[in-house]
Protein backbone atom coordinates (compact mmCIF):
# COMPACT_ATOMS: atom_id res chain seq x y z
CA UNK A 1 0.00 0.00 0.00
CA UNK A 2 2.63 2.28 0.62
CA UNK A 3 4.29 1.62 -2.91
CA UNK A 4 1.09 2.30 -3.95
CA UNK A 5 0.23 5.66 -2.54
CA UNK A 6 3.86 7.09 -3.53
CA UNK A 7 2.82 5.86 -7.23
CA UNK A 8 -0.62 7.38 -6.69
CA UNK A 9 1.05 10.87 -5.33
CA UNK A 10 3.23 10.67 -8.86
CA UNK A 11 0.30 10.76 -11.12
CA UNK A 12 -1.75 13.26 -9.55
CA UNK A 13 1.09 16.04 -9.09
CA UNK A 14 2.21 14.93 -12.86
CA UNK A 15 -1.79 15.07 -13.94
CA UNK A 16 -1.56 18.67 -11.77
CA UNK A 17 1.67 19.80 -13.12
CA UNK A 18 0.32 19.34 -16.90
CA UNK A 19 -3.59 20.54 -16.11
CA UNK A 20 -1.79 24.04 -14.53
CA UNK A 21 0.14 24.92 -18.13
CA UNK A 22 -3.75 25.99 -18.74
CA UNK A 23 -3.75 28.61 -16.08
CA UNK A 24 -1.35 31.53 -18.21
CA UNK A 25 -0.81 29.87 -21.75
CA UNK A 26 -2.87 33.09 -23.24
CA UNK A 27 -0.68 35.54 -21.02
CA UNK A 28 2.79 34.27 -22.03
CA UNK A 29 1.86 34.83 -25.61
CA UNK A 30 0.07 38.48 -25.03
CA UNK A 31 2.18 40.39 -26.97
CA UNK A 32 0.48 38.23 -30.00
CA UNK A 33 -2.94 38.77 -28.45
CA UNK A 34 -2.18 42.22 -27.85
CA UNK A 35 -2.21 42.77 -32.04
CA UNK A 36 -4.91 40.50 -32.63
CA UNK A 37 -7.35 42.21 -30.35
CA UNK A 38 -6.01 45.20 -30.04
CA UNK A 39 -5.28 45.18 -25.87
CA UNK A 40 -4.90 48.06 -23.63
CA UNK A 41 -2.98 47.26 -20.48
CA UNK A 42 -5.77 47.07 -18.36
CA UNK A 43 -7.28 44.29 -21.28
CA UNK A 44 -4.20 42.67 -20.84
CA UNK A 45 -4.82 42.37 -17.12
CA UNK A 46 -8.01 40.88 -17.80
CA UNK A 47 -6.41 38.70 -19.72
CA UNK A 48 -4.92 36.93 -16.78
CA UNK A 49 -7.54 37.76 -13.93
CA UNK A 50 -10.53 35.93 -16.38
CA UNK A 51 -9.03 32.61 -14.90
CA UNK A 52 -9.72 33.03 -11.20
CA UNK A 53 -12.85 34.41 -12.30
CA UNK A 54 -13.81 31.36 -13.43
CA UNK A 55 -11.90 29.38 -11.19
CA UNK A 56 -14.16 30.82 -8.19
CA UNK A 57 -17.51 30.49 -9.80
CA UNK A 58 -16.21 26.74 -10.79
CA UNK A 59 -15.50 26.03 -7.66
CA UNK A 60 -18.15 27.84 -5.74
CA UNK A 61 -20.63 26.15 -7.76
CA UNK A 62 -19.20 22.50 -7.74
CA UNK A 63 -19.10 22.92 -3.64
CA UNK A 64 -22.48 24.10 -3.83
CA UNK A 65 -23.64 20.66 -5.91
CA UNK A 66 -21.84 18.73 -4.17
CA UNK A 67 -20.00 17.69 -7.55
CA UNK A 68 -16.96 16.27 -6.19
CA UNK A 69 -18.90 13.81 -3.73
CA UNK A 70 -21.69 13.14 -6.55
CA UNK A 71 -19.26 12.28 -9.19
CA UNK A 72 -16.19 9.69 -8.77
CA UNK A 73 -13.67 12.44 -8.18
CA UNK A 74 -10.49 10.91 -10.75
CA UNK A 75 -13.29 10.98 -13.47
CA UNK A 76 -14.18 14.26 -12.17
CA UNK A 77 -10.73 15.59 -12.64
CA UNK A 78 -10.26 13.75 -16.15
CA UNK A 79 -13.44 15.49 -17.52
CA UNK A 80 -12.22 19.13 -16.04
CA UNK A 81 -8.88 18.73 -17.68
CA UNK A 82 -10.27 17.65 -21.43
CA UNK A 83 -12.32 20.68 -20.88
CA UNK A 84 -9.91 22.76 -20.41
CA UNK A 85 -7.63 21.82 -22.77
CA UNK A 86 -10.61 21.97 -25.49
CA UNK A 87 -11.23 25.53 -24.15
CA UNK A 88 -7.82 26.78 -24.40
CA UNK A 89 -7.26 25.59 -27.65
CA UNK A 90 -10.18 27.53 -29.13
CA UNK A 91 -8.41 30.86 -27.91
CA UNK A 92 -7.03 29.74 -31.56
CA UNK A 93 -10.00 30.97 -33.54
CA UNK A 94 -10.99 33.66 -31.33
CA UNK A 95 -11.21 36.93 -33.49
CA UNK A 96 -12.43 39.53 -30.45
CA UNK A 97 -11.50 39.82 -26.69
CA UNK A 98 -14.76 39.44 -25.76
CA UNK A 99 -14.33 35.47 -26.85
CA UNK A 100 -11.38 35.51 -25.95
CA UNK A 101 -12.40 36.39 -22.12
CA UNK A 102 -15.19 34.21 -22.45
CA UNK A 103 -12.68 31.37 -23.02
CA UNK A 104 -10.56 32.22 -20.71
CA UNK A 105 -13.03 32.49 -18.01
CA UNK A 106 -14.54 28.92 -18.99
CA UNK A 107 -11.25 27.60 -18.57
CA UNK A 108 -10.66 28.87 -15.37
CA UNK A 109 -13.90 27.23 -14.34
CA UNK A 110 -12.70 23.80 -15.98
CA UNK A 111 -9.60 24.22 -13.70
CA UNK A 112 -11.68 24.32 -10.54
CA UNK A 113 -12.49 20.51 -11.19
CA UNK A 114 -8.82 19.95 -11.10
CA UNK A 115 -7.07 21.11 -8.42
CA UNK A 116 -9.78 20.79 -5.51
CA UNK A 117 -10.19 17.37 -6.64
CA UNK A 118 -6.61 16.78 -6.64
CA UNK A 119 -6.28 18.06 -2.84
CA UNK A 120 -9.13 15.30 -2.32
CA UNK A 121 -7.65 12.66 -3.97
CA UNK A 122 -4.17 13.29 -1.78
CA UNK A 123 -6.73 13.11 1.61
CA UNK A 124 -7.74 9.82 0.48
CA UNK A 125 -4.64 8.22 -0.51
CA UNK A 126 -2.88 9.81 2.43
CA UNK A 127 -5.15 10.02 5.15
CA UNK A 128 -2.30 10.53 8.03
CA UNK A 129 1.18 12.40 7.10
CA UNK A 130 -0.39 13.92 4.15
CA UNK A 131 2.16 17.07 4.53
CA UNK A 132 5.14 16.08 2.24
CA UNK A 133 2.46 15.00 -0.51
CA UNK A 134 0.25 18.20 0.01
CA UNK A 135 3.82 19.82 -0.26
CA UNK A 136 4.82 18.22 -3.49
CA UNK A 137 1.31 18.57 -4.74
CA UNK A 138 1.73 22.70 -4.42
CA UNK A 139 5.19 22.05 -6.02
CA UNK A 140 3.38 20.39 -9.01
CA UNK A 141 0.64 23.44 -9.24
CA UNK A 142 3.67 25.90 -9.13
CA UNK A 143 5.93 24.39 -12.24
CA UNK A 144 2.43 24.10 -13.90
CA UNK A 145 1.42 27.42 -13.61
CA UNK A 146 5.22 28.31 -14.85
CA UNK A 147 5.23 25.57 -17.83
CA UNK A 148 3.87 27.97 -20.63
CA UNK A 149 6.81 30.27 -19.79
CA UNK A 150 9.22 27.11 -20.04
CA UNK A 151 7.04 26.04 -23.75
CA UNK A 152 7.27 29.94 -24.84
CA UNK A 153 11.23 29.75 -24.32
CA UNK A 154 11.63 26.40 -25.95
CA UNK A 155 9.40 27.07 -29.36
CA UNK A 156 11.00 30.77 -29.43
CA UNK A 157 10.56 31.23 -33.56
CA UNK A 158 7.49 29.74 -33.99
CA UNK A 159 3.90 30.52 -34.33
CA UNK A 160 2.72 31.88 -30.39
CA UNK A 161 -0.22 29.68 -30.87
CA UNK A 162 1.95 26.90 -30.61
CA UNK A 163 1.87 27.78 -27.22
CA UNK A 164 -1.94 27.34 -26.44
CA UNK A 165 -1.76 23.88 -28.48
CA UNK A 166 1.12 22.32 -26.23
CA UNK A 167 -0.52 23.42 -23.05
CA UNK A 168 -3.84 21.49 -24.60
CA UNK A 169 -1.94 18.68 -25.17
CA UNK A 170 -0.93 18.24 -21.92
CA UNK A 171 -4.18 19.04 -20.41
CA UNK A 172 -5.39 16.26 -22.82
CA UNK A 173 -2.66 13.89 -21.41
CA UNK A 174 -3.41 14.57 -17.91
CA UNK A 175 -6.95 13.44 -18.50
CA UNK A 176 -5.60 10.39 -19.97
CA UNK A 177 -3.43 9.65 -16.76
CA UNK A 178 -5.78 10.56 -14.62
CA UNK A 179 -9.07 8.55 -15.88
CA UNK A 180 -6.61 5.27 -17.04
CA UNK A 181 -3.30 5.31 -15.15
CA UNK A 182 -4.62 6.07 -11.83
CA UNK A 183 -6.84 2.91 -9.66
CA UNK A 184 -9.33 3.99 -6.84
CA UNK A 185 -8.04 5.75 -3.49
CA UNK A 186 -8.06 2.74 -0.71
CA UNK A 187 -10.48 5.28 1.99
CA UNK A 188 -13.82 5.82 0.95
CA UNK A 189 -14.52 9.59 1.00
CA UNK A 190 -15.98 11.70 3.44
CA UNK A 191 -18.99 14.51 2.32
CA UNK A 192 -17.80 17.69 1.52
CA UNK A 193 -20.10 19.54 2.87
CA UNK A 194 -20.94 23.19 1.82
CA UNK A 195 -23.37 25.60 3.34
CA UNK A 196 -24.17 28.58 2.87
CA UNK A 197 -26.27 28.85 5.74
CA UNK A 198 -22.90 27.44 7.96
CA UNK A 199 -20.80 30.67 6.83
CA UNK A 200 -22.45 32.33 10.47
CA UNK A 201 -20.09 30.31 12.18
CA UNK A 202 -17.28 30.37 10.01
CA UNK A 203 -17.02 34.28 10.34
CA UNK A 204 -17.61 33.97 14.19
CA UNK A 205 -14.58 31.53 14.22
CA UNK A 206 -11.88 33.99 15.26
CA UNK A 207 -9.06 31.84 14.88
CA UNK A 208 -10.21 30.24 11.48
CA UNK A 209 -11.10 34.07 10.09
CA UNK A 210 -7.82 34.99 11.44
CA UNK A 211 -6.07 32.49 9.40
CA UNK A 212 -8.30 33.43 6.56
CA UNK A 213 -7.12 36.97 6.62
CA UNK A 214 -3.55 35.81 6.37
CA UNK A 215 -4.58 33.54 3.31
CA UNK A 216 -6.27 36.99 1.75
CA UNK A 217 -3.02 38.84 2.28
CA UNK A 218 -1.24 35.87 0.50
CA UNK A 219 -3.39 35.88 -2.21
CA UNK A 220 -3.20 39.35 -2.75
CA UNK A 221 0.40 39.11 -3.66
CA UNK A 222 0.26 35.78 -4.98
CA UNK A 223 -0.97 35.88 -8.61
CA UNK A 224 -0.30 39.67 -8.96
CA UNK A 225 3.52 38.56 -8.87
CA UNK A 226 2.96 35.18 -10.80
CA UNK A 227 0.97 37.75 -13.98
CA UNK A 228 3.33 40.57 -13.68
CA UNK A 229 6.77 39.27 -12.74
CA UNK A 230 7.52 38.30 -16.24
CA UNK A 231 6.54 41.32 -17.69
CA UNK A 232 8.82 42.98 -15.39
CA UNK A 233 11.84 40.90 -16.07
CA UNK A 234 10.92 41.57 -19.58
CA UNK A 235 11.42 45.10 -19.15
CA UNK A 236 13.91 45.31 -16.76
CA UNK A 237 16.09 43.10 -19.27
CA UNK A 238 15.27 45.11 -22.14
CA UNK A 239 17.16 48.25 -20.55
CA UNK A 240 20.15 46.03 -20.29
CA UNK A 241 19.81 44.99 -23.91
CA UNK A 242 19.72 41.51 -22.87
CA UNK A 243 18.00 38.80 -25.13
CA UNK A 244 14.07 38.28 -24.72
CA UNK A 245 14.83 34.72 -24.04
CA UNK A 246 16.97 35.23 -20.87
CA UNK A 247 13.87 37.15 -18.82
CA UNK A 248 11.67 34.07 -20.17
CA UNK A 249 14.24 32.14 -18.23
CA UNK A 250 14.39 34.16 -15.45
CA UNK A 251 10.56 33.86 -15.11
CA UNK A 252 10.52 30.05 -14.87
CA UNK A 253 12.97 29.69 -12.95
CA UNK A 254 11.97 31.91 -9.92
CA UNK A 255 7.78 31.04 -10.56
CA UNK A 256 8.26 27.18 -11.27
CA UNK A 257 11.67 26.11 -10.28
CA UNK A 258 12.03 27.94 -6.77
CA UNK A 259 8.46 28.42 -6.04
CA UNK A 260 8.54 24.26 -6.49
CA UNK A 261 11.55 24.33 -3.97
CA UNK A 262 9.74 26.84 -1.48
CA UNK A 263 6.74 24.74 -1.14
CA UNK A 264 8.67 21.52 -0.15
CA UNK A 265 10.73 22.92 2.08
CA UNK A 266 8.09 25.60 3.24
CA UNK A 267 6.02 21.78 4.39
CA UNK A 268 9.16 20.68 6.20
CA UNK A 269 9.37 23.62 8.15
CA UNK A 270 5.79 23.91 8.90
CA UNK A 271 6.30 20.92 10.73
CA UNK A 272 8.83 21.76 12.57
CA UNK A 273 8.50 25.46 14.01
CA UNK A 274 4.66 25.81 13.14
CA UNK A 275 2.53 26.75 10.80
CA UNK A 276 2.25 30.61 11.77
CA UNK A 277 5.70 31.69 12.30
CA UNK A 278 6.14 29.44 8.59
CA UNK A 279 3.55 31.97 7.45
CA UNK A 280 4.77 34.87 9.06
CA UNK A 281 8.50 33.98 8.21
CA UNK A 282 7.60 33.43 4.09
CA UNK A 283 5.09 36.49 4.27
CA UNK A 284 8.16 38.56 5.33
CA UNK A 285 10.53 37.49 2.98
CA UNK A 286 8.28 37.90 -0.20
CA UNK A 287 6.90 41.48 1.23
CA UNK A 288 10.48 42.38 1.31
CA UNK A 289 11.22 41.00 -2.27
CA UNK A 290 8.08 42.78 -3.53
CA UNK A 291 9.41 46.16 -2.27
CA UNK A 292 12.83 45.87 -3.65
CA UNK A 293 13.00 44.38 -6.20
CA UNK A 294 12.14 48.03 -8.12
CA UNK A 295 15.32 49.21 -7.45
CA UNK A 296 17.46 46.91 -9.38
CA UNK A 297 15.10 47.53 -12.44
CA UNK A 298 17.09 48.09 -15.45
CA UNK A 299 20.63 47.72 -13.30
CA UNK A 300 22.12 44.74 -11.15
CA UNK A 301 21.01 41.98 -13.52
CA UNK A 302 22.37 39.36 -11.29
CA UNK A 303 20.64 41.22 -8.44
CA UNK A 304 17.12 41.31 -10.14
CA UNK A 305 17.44 37.43 -10.67
CA UNK A 306 18.41 36.67 -7.39
CA UNK A 307 15.74 38.86 -5.92
CA UNK A 308 13.10 36.97 -7.85
CA UNK A 309 14.14 33.80 -7.05
CA UNK A 310 13.59 34.41 -3.45
CA UNK A 311 10.15 35.92 -3.74
CA UNK A 312 9.45 33.21 -5.92
CA UNK A 313 10.36 30.90 -3.48
CA UNK A 314 8.46 32.49 -0.81
CA UNK A 315 5.76 33.76 -2.15
CA UNK A 316 3.92 30.29 -2.59
CA UNK A 317 6.03 28.55 0.56
CA UNK A 318 3.03 29.46 2.68
CA UNK A 319 0.41 28.42 0.30
CA UNK A 320 -0.72 24.82 2.21
CA UNK A 321 -0.56 26.13 5.68
CA UNK A 322 -3.58 28.46 5.44
CA UNK A 323 -6.12 25.73 4.97
CA UNK A 324 -4.38 23.40 7.51
CA UNK A 325 -5.17 26.29 9.69
CA UNK A 326 -8.30 26.32 9.03
CA UNK A 327 -8.91 22.54 9.23
CA UNK A 328 -7.44 22.55 12.47
CA UNK A 329 -10.05 25.47 14.31
CA UNK A 330 -12.74 24.40 12.40
CA UNK A 331 -15.46 22.34 13.69
CA UNK A 332 -15.73 19.25 11.29
CA UNK A 333 -19.25 20.21 9.97
CA UNK A 334 -18.65 23.51 8.84
CA UNK A 335 -15.03 23.25 7.50
CA UNK A 336 -15.48 22.40 4.18
CA UNK A 337 -17.87 25.75 3.80
CA UNK A 338 -14.90 27.21 5.42
CA UNK A 339 -11.94 26.13 3.05
CA UNK A 340 -14.34 26.88 0.03
CA UNK A 341 -15.14 30.31 1.24
CA UNK A 342 -11.35 30.99 2.14
CA UNK A 343 -10.35 29.73 -1.38
CA UNK A 344 -13.16 31.72 -2.93
CA UNK A 345 -12.41 34.84 -1.44
CA UNK A 346 -8.89 34.70 -1.82
CA UNK A 347 -9.22 34.36 -6.12
CA UNK A 348 -11.32 36.94 -5.74
CA UNK A 349 -8.93 39.48 -4.25
CA UNK A 350 -6.18 37.90 -6.69
CA UNK A 351 -8.35 39.30 -9.36
CA UNK A 352 -8.01 43.08 -8.00
CA UNK A 353 -4.42 42.93 -7.54
CA UNK A 354 -3.76 41.78 -11.26
CA UNK A 355 -5.67 44.68 -13.03
CA UNK A 356 -4.29 47.49 -10.56
CA UNK A 357 -0.84 46.98 -11.72
CA UNK A 358 -0.65 47.73 -14.97
CA UNK A 359 -2.98 50.73 -14.16
CA UNK A 360 -0.44 52.02 -10.97
CA UNK A 361 2.65 50.53 -13.03
CA UNK A 362 1.33 53.59 -16.04
CA UNK A 363 1.55 55.86 -13.17
CA UNK A 364 4.68 55.27 -10.83
CA UNK A 365 6.72 53.16 -13.25
CA UNK A 366 8.07 49.53 -12.42
CA UNK A 367 10.54 50.88 -9.92
CA UNK A 368 7.38 50.94 -7.02
CA UNK A 369 4.64 49.50 -8.53
CA UNK A 370 4.98 45.96 -6.62
CA UNK A 371 5.42 47.70 -3.24
CA UNK A 372 1.32 47.40 -4.03
CA UNK A 373 1.50 44.15 -3.41
CA UNK A 374 3.25 43.82 -0.30
CA UNK A 375 0.45 45.43 1.74
CA UNK A 376 -0.80 41.83 1.20
CA UNK A 377 1.76 39.64 2.94
CA UNK A 378 2.40 42.61 6.27
CA UNK A 379 -1.49 42.38 7.17
CA UNK A 380 -1.78 38.85 6.67
CA UNK A 381 1.83 38.46 9.08
CA UNK A 382 -0.42 40.70 11.13
CA UNK A 383 -3.21 38.19 11.31
CA UNK A 384 -1.19 34.76 11.68
CA UNK A 385 0.72 36.25 14.57
CA UNK A 386 -2.70 36.87 16.44
CA UNK A 387 -3.39 32.83 15.00
CA UNK A 388 0.11 31.94 16.78
CA UNK A 389 -1.63 32.51 20.39
CA UNK A 390 -4.75 29.92 19.28
CA UNK A 391 -2.05 27.46 18.06
CA UNK A 392 -0.30 27.48 21.71
CA UNK A 393 -3.55 27.69 23.24
CA UNK A 394 -5.15 24.82 21.19
CA UNK A 395 -1.46 22.58 20.92
CA UNK A 396 -3.35 21.31 17.23
CA UNK A 397 -6.09 19.62 20.17
CA UNK A 398 -9.55 20.54 19.64
CA UNK A 399 -10.98 23.23 17.56
CA UNK A 400 -11.29 26.37 19.05
CA UNK A 401 -14.46 29.06 18.80
Known sequence: MKKNRWYALSIISLSVFFSLSLWFSASVIADDLRERWALTPLMEGWLSAAVPVGFVAGAFLSAVLGLADRFNTRKLFALSALAGGILNMLILFADTISIGLLLRILTGAALAGVYPPAVK??????????????????????????????????????????????????????????????????????????????????????????????????????????????????ASFAQSAVPDEWSTAAAFTAIGAAGAIGCIAGGLLADRIGRSLLTIAAMGISAACALSIGWTFGSALWLTILLAVIWGASVIADSAQFSAAVSDFAEPEYTGTALTFQMCIGFLISVISINLIPVFQMWMGWEWVFAILSIGPVLGMAAMWKVRAYEKKSAYSTPVN
Do not use: C, D
Open 121 to 234: LISLWFPKQRGAAIGILIAALTLGTSLPHALFLFTSGTEAGIVLILSSLLAFTAAVLMYGALGEAPVKPNPSVFSIGLLSKVIKNRPVMLANYGYFGHMWELYGMWTWLPAFLA
